[in-house]
């Protein structure tokens, strides 16, 4: 193996190696969930490269552990994800029952003005209506004054 590759592989062990602990480290200070997607990536990327690290370096007892580590892991990373789309679907289903909530409302509230408008314009309708039964019933009353105390009118000459 080149001086390269050694090198390289060390870096992804260490850094393997900086990822799970500050996963761990960020657990601890609460800085992320222990279920949160952002945890177990960060364990899954550490053990992956922890893993590499130790079976080019021969150490399987690590490798054997680390293999385990990513299939927790991996497990951890697709419940997690589930989690997250099944929150944003709930999410989704809240926002579309409340706008169907609101416009229902606003149909009703349309609704209410509507017949509103109309009970307003038959009680127009009903007032003027009485209004001109009283204004022809005074009409005729005066008319029936009038034909009574009018001076008959002479006979035609025939």
Not at 3 to 32: K, N, P, Q
Not at 101 to 111: D, P
Not at 129 to 136: A, G, T
């Amino acid at each position: 193996m080149s001086l390269f590759e050694s090198v390289l592989l060390s870096i992804i062990g260490w850094g393997g190696a900086a990822a799970t602990v500050t996963a761990y480290a960020l657990v601890t200070r609460r800085r992320l969930e222990p279920d949160s997607f952002s945890f177990h990536a960060l364990n899954l990327v550490g053990a992956t490269a922890l893993c590499v690290s130790a079976s080019v370096s021969a150490a399987w007892p690590s490798a054997v552990v680390n293999v385990i580590w990513i299939l927790i892991g991996a497990q951890a990373v697709v419940a997690a994800k589930h989690q997250v789309v099944r929150a944003r679907v709930r999410a989704r289903a809240r926002r579309h029952a409340e706008a169907f909530r609101r416009a229902r409302q606003a149909e009703t509230l349309r609704r209410m003005r509507q017949r509103e408008r109309l009970q307003a314009s038959r009680r127009q309708g009903q007032a003027k209506r009485r209004d001109l039964r009283h204004r022809s019933a005074s009409l005729r009353e005066a008319e029936k004054v009038d034909a009574a105390s009018a001076p008959l009118a002479p006979a035609p000459h025939a």
